[in-house]
């Protein structure tokens, strides 16, 4: 399924069926673990932290990874992202621009990943701070550990959208 509306009447982009975007606030512990997962990441555009949970317990985690490793590079695509540029809607084309062509950079993708190095096969849910849904390729990568449940932020739709003017990309951190 390429976009699914929820009850709360927000689009996503992409959400299989049968999986579901669930909201939380910062107090939440697995929340604020995928914040400061968040914090780590290189990704100067949208760093995102995401926290695997299984029977009440973090069994894995990880933030966002930029592709690009020159900070002088990192800094031209975030003034300067093609796909930005040319308005591609968020989760497509990422093969357009050499900062955003790794799928695989994703904090959710790369929790699930180190999970299946280890031989687990089974998760429950997933936390994300510093996104408003996941790509096709990070729920498959989830579907592959029974994971149909991802919390996000409350009010994410807007804070980590770009296209949203509520968004607050650029001062995720501050407070």
């Not at 994410?156 to 607050?168: A, G, M, T, V, W």
């Amino acid at each position: 399924m390429k976009t699914q509306e929820t009850s709360n009447k927000v689009i996503y982009p992409y959400l299989p069926n049968g999986c579901n975007f669930l909201y939380t606030d910062e107090s939440n512990s697995f929340m604020f673990e995928a914040k400061k997962m968040a914090m780590l990441s290189n990704e100067k555009q949208q760093p995102t932290g995401a926290v695997v949970v299984c029977d009440g317990k973090i069994i894995s985690k990880a933030s966002s990874h930029n592709p690009l490793s020159n900070s002088i590079l990192i800094n031209l695509h975030k003034k300067f992202c093609i796909r930005h540029m040319l308005h591609i809607p968020t989760g497509e084309k990422y093969w357009m621009c050499p900062g955003c062509a790794n799928k695989k950079s994703h904090a959710e993708y790369k929790a699930i990943e180190k999970l299946l190095k280890t031989g687990n096969t089974i998760a429950e849910s997933v936390y994300l701070w510093g996104h408003w849904w996941c790509c096709d390729v990070c729920w498959g990568n989830m579907l592959k550990l029974g994971i149909h449940d991802v919390y996000l932020l409350e009010g994410s739709h807007e804070l980590f959208n770009p296209r949203h003017p509520k968004n607050i990309i650029g001062h995720q951190f501050d407070n």
